[in-house]
T-cell receptor, first 111, second 112 residues
């Protein structure tokens, strides 16, 4: 099956700093989603971005499908940005467009 | 617009018992997927239901089974519970099989 690798596994930032999270995947994909998982376990949709660039406030994402990677940018980080960020990909070869998740990046933003 | 809801929130069961988890999909969504998330790991795909039919299954044994109802809500059933089944169970709905998936708050299952 498809492999998804996220880096870095852990990241500690001072409030106000910027960061870049990376997601590499091993095969062509139809969908790519970024999520933020809060401390209560809720997965919050950040971006649906199989290709191209999108921005939403302080967050933006870029997926380069031909090179099989995606980047999530967080600018002017806030303590509320803390949590685990997951990249997940789906491809039609599995028949069901199931999402395959990476292991996540645990972000801690300190005041 | 109502989002994805799951019940119950928490559940404690004994090894060998059976459990049923429930999920209501977001309005307008006809596809439901179930995932298991062990502590410290990313979610793992269990199976997907599209128009009341199972449409893809991950690497989970047959004691994990499910249903989708005409209103697109869904159930996940797990028989003969094992200690390793302790996890957060997440349900996601989407509009069509390849659409963006939206997750519910999850059910945290503890097997003792």
């Amino acid at each position: 099956g498809i492999q998804v690798e996220q880096s870095p596994p852990d990241l500690i930032l001072q409030e106000g700093a910027n960061s870049t999270l990376r997601c590499n995947f091993s095969d062509s994909v139809n969908n790519l989603q970024w999520f933020h998982q809060n401390p209560w376990g809720q997965l919050i949709n950040l971006f649906y971005i199989p290709s191209g660039t999108k921005q939403n406030g302080r967050l933006s994402a870029t997926t380069v499908a031909t090179e099989r990677y995606s980047l999530l940018y967080i600018s002017s980080s806030q303590t509320t940005d803390s949590g685990v960020y997951f990249c997940a990909v789906a491809y039609s070869g599995a028949g069901s467009y199931q999402l395959t998740f990476g292991k996540g990046t645990k972000l801690s933003v300190i005041p | 617009e109502t989002g994805v809801t799951q019940s119950p929130t928490h559940l404690i069961k004994t090894r060998g018992q059976q459990v049923t988890l429930r999920c209501s999909s977001q309005s307008g969504h006809n596809t439901v997927s179930w995932y298991q998330q062990a502590l410290g790991q990313g979610p793992q795909f269990i199976f997907q239901y599209y128009r009341e039919e199972e449409n893809g299954r991950g690497n989970f044994p047959p004691r994990f089974s499910g249903l989708q109802f005409p209103n697109y809500s869904s159930e996940l059933n797990v028989n003969a519970l094992e200690l390793d089944d302790s996890a957060l169970y997440l349900c996601a709905s989407s509009s069509g099989q390849g659409g963006e998936q939206y997750f519910g708050p999850g059910t945290r299952l503890t097997v003792t």
